[in-house]
């Protein structure tokens, strides 16, 4: 399955989706899968993947181990960042009345798939 | 209900939790409850703070609104972070193999207990 494939059947499972994308640890998005024209996908990757490499120094701080995923909710949004690789993470936008559980297995299951293509 | 009973029926109520504390964004611990006695909710506190204000500018920037909730997934641990307040925040701290369903739950309820006491 190419890197497009993966990320539309994440985008098409999910309703309330906004757009995924697979980005690289230095904010470049790689490959980007959207359903709401309106989400730039290049900035979110590029400001959150500063977060994710935080939390990811926070979490080996204190011993945690490595962060395979962080979840930021706010008011009009919610963003779920997947650890992928070491180089690469994914990026999912979703409505925040939307399946967190839902969302949190594809992304996973996508991860999978992905890694073998990276 | 106490701040520190709000804490404790939390940890009571489910059984991979580590510690709960209801934090200052400045990271100075007001109150917390552990099961598991090696958790350094005042470390925890003061590390996550820091993740927790910068995922909050972050959302503001992309026009996501205000942040109510930040999730750490790393090997050993998962930390939840609720914003209660302007000016706290509750850190939930529990094993990856826990129910995050009932966690989420959980510090949402206690959310709503400790914003009137606060």
């Known amino acids: 399955m190419s890197?497009?494939?993966s990320l539309r059947r994440v985008v098409q499972e999910l309703d309330?989706?906004?757009g995924v994308a697979i980005v690289g640890m230095?904010?470049?998005?790689?490959e980007?899968?959207?359903r709401d024209p309106r989400i730039d996908l290049q900035t979110l990757g590029a400001e959150f993947s500063g977060l994710f490499r935080s939390a990811g120094k926070l979490a080996e701080s204190v011993e945690f181990g490595e962060v395979s995923e962080l979840m930021t909710s706010a008011e009009?949004?919610?963003v779920i960042l997947r650890r992928v690789t070491a180089e690469y993470f994914l990026v999912l936008v979703i409505h925040p009345d939307g399946n967190l559980g839902?969302?949190?297995f594809l992304l996973r299951r996508a991860g999978s798939q992905l890694k073998m293509e990276l």
């Open 3 to 5: 890197l497009a494939e």
């Open 16 to 18: 309330e989706a906004g």
């Open 26 to 30: 230095d904010g470049i998005v790689v």
């Open 32 to 34: 980007e899968q959207k």
């Open 76 to 78: 009009r949004s919610v």
């Open 102 to 104: 839902k969302a949190r």
